[in-house]
């Protein structure tokens, strides 16, 4: 079962930071918050994973709360091509397996 | 650097008949992993493979499904006597090592008429 909670579906204007929150209040020491979207019926693209640390990388942001219950991910600066399922994935390091929840139906509007 | 390679894209088969998937990692690849996609669901964990060797096939069906990767050619999911409820889209993604994300395919969308 997803250890993660994520809002069913967000709208964001073009052009603006689109911020999405993932709740893993469960999350042990040794797990990775990974985030992959989903682009129509395409196959899921990594996006972004960190472990305590903000992480940042040429896609994204990814915010980490110090308790690391939970964690934020940003799209600078949105564009339609943004529009996508994102999900939220906590992986144990020895856990090769990707549990993935429902997500969040992230549009973005012109 | 091509990514992963998924083929057929598309497969129509009879109930009853067998399907055959295979995915070609990432070159340097070594790990492949099988998520089945019914439709309207989330992604689910069927089976995790490194060369001639099954990891984890917790999240395989019982029966009728299996799956390999060879020494040398692609990683095959195999799917014997098709069934309606098999239809879905299946993605296979690969990692160079443990612990690394994984990289996803396009996809082979199954229909099982």
């Known amino acids: 079962d997803a250890k993660t909670t994520q809002p069913t579906s967000m709208d964001c204007a073009e052009g603006r930071a689109a911020n999405l929150p993932c709740n893993h209040s469960?999350?042990?020491?040794?797990?990775?918050v990974y985030w992959y979207r989903q682009i129509h019926s395409q196959g899921p693209q990594y996006i972004i994973h960190?472990?305590?640390n903000n992480e940042t990388n040429e896609m994204a942001s990814l915010i980490i709360t110090e308790d690391r219950k939970s964690s934020t991910l940003i799209l600078p600066h949105a564009t339609l091509r943004d529009t996508a399922v994102y999900y939220c994935i906590v992986r144990d390091f020895g856990n090769e397996k990707l549990t993935f929840g429902t997500g969040t139906r992230l549009t973005i509007i012109p | 650097n091509a990514g992963v390679m998924q083929n057929p894209r598309h497969l129509v088969r009879r109930r009853g008949q067998e399907a055959r998937l295979r995915c070609s990692p990432m070159k340097g690849h070594s790990h492949v992993y099988w998520y089945r996609q019914l439709p309207e669901e989330g992604l689910k964990f069927m089976v995790y493979l490194q060369k001639e060797n099954i990891i984890d096939e917790s999240g395989m069906p019982k029966e009728r499904f299996s799956a390999e990767f060879p020494k040398e050619g692609p990683s095959i999911l195999r799917i014997q006597q098709v069934v309606r409820g098999d239809s879905a889209a299946y993605f296979c993604a690969s990692s160079p090592t443990t612990g690394n994300e994984q990289y996803f395919g396009p996809g082979t969308r199954l229909t099982v008429t």
């Open positions: 469960t999350i042990s020491g040794n797990e990775y």
């Open positions: 960190g472990l305590k």
